[in-house]
């Protein structure tokens, strides 16, 4: 019996499987130390909207493509 491999990076957005492409990196600095970084997966689609979502709160770092060796 061969194990599963590891689970398809799907995207963040509420209600997309799709396959994600882009890593949204951001922090919360009223519950977050300066360095942590939380990670939210996006499809090409979603990309955008989720960076402008994260922007708005203040809460967004740096956005990345998303790698075989990744999510970060």
Same mark, same amino acid.
């Given at each position: 019996?061969? =194990?599963?491999?590891?689970?398809?990076?799907?995207?963040?957005?509420?209600?997309?499987?799709?396959? =994600?492409?882009?890593?949204?990196l951001w922090n919360n600095p009223k519950i977050h130390t300066p360095e942590?970084?939380?990670i939210w997966l996006?499809?090409?689609e979603h990309a955008a909207w989720l960076q402008d979502y994260l922007?708005?709160?203040?809460?967004?770092?740096?956005t990345l493509p998303l790698t075989s060796e990744e999510p970060r």
């Open positions: 019996m061969t =194990a599963p491999g590891p689970a398809e990076a799907i995207c963040s957005r509420k209600g997309c499987r799709t396959k =994600a492409t882009t890593q949204l942590r970084r939380k996006a499809c090409d922007q708005g709160r203040s809460l967004w770092k740096e």
